[in-house]
């Protein structure tokens, strides 16, 4: 089967740095996503590794290897506002992309 | 004016009604998808289509049915709702066939008594 794990909920406080794993087993791999959902929002993209390596955009990186079929989303400088739930995805290349069960991440003060 | 709407945002429905859960984009995209988010379990996808003449059952399709009336039409259909079907779902859109990045609308959030 196909599947993608991911930690049920992360806490961390303000100001501080945290990462999100996320392993894979997938039949098909073209790349990593991460999308980002407020609660009572949609999902929105934040990031896409097709290649191995740490992609940075802003407070967020995303990180992939691929020999290991893991990844993570790492949030810098934390914010009361990145408190929502991260989704890892792969795009499997069979025209869809599955995603992960989600991780809710608290930011306290 | 948002790129993906749906309609309606909310509804109540009783089981063995009839309901369609519409969306619509303004992107352009060939590719739109509608999914089901249930606490815990992320998304899953219902069905999937990646041009009008191009209809795709996802991994949970059964009671579910789909129309895709235009490029940027797609609907969703449940012929007879079952209280199991309450769940808060999404219609997604891509333009990019090597990443597959989906942009989402809103969502409905159907309840089913």
């Known amino acids: 089967g196909q599947s993608l794990e991911q930690p049920s909920e992360v806490t961390a406080v303000e100001g501080a740095i945290v990462q999100i794993n996320c392993t894979y087993q997938?039949?098909?791999?073209?790349?990593l996503s991460w999308y980002q959902q407020h609660d009572g929002g949609a999902p929105t993209f934040l990031s896409y590794n097709a290649l191995d390596g740490l992609e940075e955009t802003g407070r967020f990186s995303s990180f992939l290897s691929r020999s290991d079929s893991y990844g993570y989303l790492l949030l810098q400088e934390l914010q009361m506002k990145d408190s929502a739930s991260y989704f890892c995805?792969?795009?499997?290349?069979?025209?869809?992309?599955?995603f992960g069960a989600g991780t809710r991440l608290f930011v306290k003060a | 004016d948002a790129d993906v709407t749906q309609t309606p945002r909310n509804r109540i429905t009783k089981t063995g009604k009839r309901i369609m859960l519409e969306c619509s984009q303004t992107?352009?995209?060939?590719?739109m998808y509608w999914y089901r988010q249930d606490p815990g379990l992320g998304l899953r996808l219902i069905y999937y289509s990646f041009d009008v003449k191009d209809i795709n059952k996802g991994e949970i399709s059964d009671g579910y049915s789909v129309s895709r009336q235009a490029q940027a039409k797609f609907s969703l259909s449940l012929e007879s709702a079952i209280p199991n079907q309450t769940a808060l779902y999404f219609c997604?859109?891509?333009?990019?066939?090597?990443?597959?990045?989906?942009?989402f609308g809103p969502g409905t959030r159907l309840t089913v008594l």
């Open positions: 997938t039949s098909g791999f073209y790349g």
């Open positions: 997604a859109t891509s333009g990019d066939r090597a990443t597959d990045t989906q942009y």
């Open positions: 995805a792969v795009y499997t290349g069979g025209f869809k992309t599955i």
């Open positions: 992107k352009g995209h060939d590719r």
